[in-house]
């Protein structure tokens, strides 16, 4: 997120850039920086950065002074309710420690656990599938049509769509031959999600994964299986390396989404189940109940839990977002945009 | 490898195809069977409804349940939504492909970062804010912050898709004459439609899919989105949970998407995926 590293672009003075990759890739040459281009970029530019600092910066920043006040109280001096919210100072942050702890660390581990399951579950079956369509010839325009119907699905009928299927009489009962309350509180509770989940986004790995697939070239599998290297082999140290930096930040972004998570567990379960509450619903909860303070407290906690993920990403496995630096300019995947 | 192995081999390859395309679509295809059984038979299990019935998607248009209006209020919010990222990303996905300037690469990244933010970060303080000047239940108060993730989403792709674009198209139509921002209206845009299109698409789809901010900004059932007033249907007792019109709105709110992925899917995916195959 935060990369600094000076890349010839950032640097004011535009030499042109050498390409460094052989199939022309990259085959822009990017104007000298001159005055008039910096100009012209400065007026194409400000107003995105404009209503980005609106619609983010300004609540980001509301949030945090938000969080400082809080519940409106009665006022000892008149006995009426005093329109102004006190200043509490950290008090906000330093309950989370006391008394309505509980409550926020469920969701903050409900958040964590179902993060780590969920995106590596999504991994490993995105993995697979792209694994199995990049051996098909025939019928992949049919396969990929089929697979972006999880992910054109809103997550909110998604979770409609899974709260029916795992109803006490609906059809996963009736394959397994049980009778689970799936949608009530407990641990199926929070399967139900996973499940969920993971069908709506595996398969975008699997498309992701799959685009890097098929641009290594077939020679290297050759070269492989000359000095005899087995399938099994040659998937840890062929097509794994080389798929890493797309499947690095495919991981990053399932990561950002899933720690929102939001509109699954909120449909499928329900609001205030302890079983499947995140920090989101938390957060949520608190606001529509008018208590901004504490609310406000458990967005910044979970935009700070978020942004040092990223960080961390970024700064220990070289995720490389923006793509234009070192590695020419491959290096973003889009999350399937599933925030709704 | 002998032929009968490759056979084999080749049968498995198939084999997992099919179960990779009934994975994803068996529960999209429960949801369209549910939709279509009688409120009496809406808990069997079997794989085809008999007798088949529309009576659910009879109750989803009742007048009472308000369904056309949330339909309405989803196209306002989300088509408002892709326009006006769209409008912006373009002049600022062009300058992020085509010029240099300083700190390109780290508004860059701010503007991707954003789009990583928590959406309920802005909503707790956006909903206070819109509570003390009253914007609650109104376009504006749902669309102001879907541009949040819009905007950076509509930058990211277009920005790609601008760069995949040779720069002699511009060289050649300055050395005719033209300015560069003529160069830009005249050559590029019509060139990048596709482009764009797709991005409107993948925008719209984010922005019709969108839930939390729609659930909190609204409290009055006519200006909800058709996301939450689904999630909000009641059946005709309290204790009755409407499934089979629940599942025939969502087949009928999914549906255009699904259409429109299966027309697009080509470009949908060169777009999703532009920066893995590059």
Known sequence: MTQTDASPETTGEGRPRTTGSPAGVRTRRPDRATAGA???AALLVSPTLLVLTVVVLYPTLMALKESLYGPKGLDPATGFISDTEPFVGLRNYAEIF???GARFWNAFWNTTFFTVVTVGLETVTGVAMALIMHRAFRGRALVRAGILVPWAVPTAISGLLWRWIFNSDG????????????????FHAKAAVIVAEVWKTAPFIGLLVLAGLQVIPKEVYEAARMDGARPVRQFWHITLPLVKPALLVAVLFRCMDALRMFDLPYILVGAQKHSVETLSMLAQNEAANVRFGPASAYAVILFLYVFLIALAFVRLLGTDLVGGGGRGRRGFLRRGEVTA | MTAITAKWRNGLVYAGVVAVVAYCLAPFYWMLVSSLRRTGDIFDTTLVPSPLSFENYRAVFDPAQGFGRALL?????????????????????????RLEFRFKRLILTLIIATSMFPVVSIVVPLLKLFTDIGWINTYQAMIVPSMSFALPLAVWNLTTFFRQMPDELEHAAMVDGCTRGQA?????????????????????????????????????????????????FTGATTYETPFGSQMAAGVLVTVPLVVMVLLFQRRIVAGLTAGAAK
């Open chain 1, 171 to 186: 059809v996963a009962n009736a394959l397994l031959g049980q009778q689970i309350l799936w949608t009530t509180e407990g």
């Open chain 1, 98 to 100: 006391g008394e309505a």
């Open chain 2, 73 to 97: 209020n989803s196209l306002v919010v989300a088509g408002i939504t892709t326009v006006l990222a769209l409008l912006l990303a373009t002049f600022t996905a062009y300058a992020m492909a």
């Open chain 1, 38 to 40: 910096g100009r012209l």
């Open chain 2, 184 to 232: 830009f209206r005249k050559v590029i845009v019509p060139l990048a439609a596709p482009g764009i299109f797709t991005t409107a698409i993948i925008t719209f789809i984010a922005a019709w899919n969108e839930f939390l901010i729609a659930l909190s900004m609204t409290n009055k059932p006519g200006m909800q989105t058709a996301t939450v007033a689904i999630s909000k």
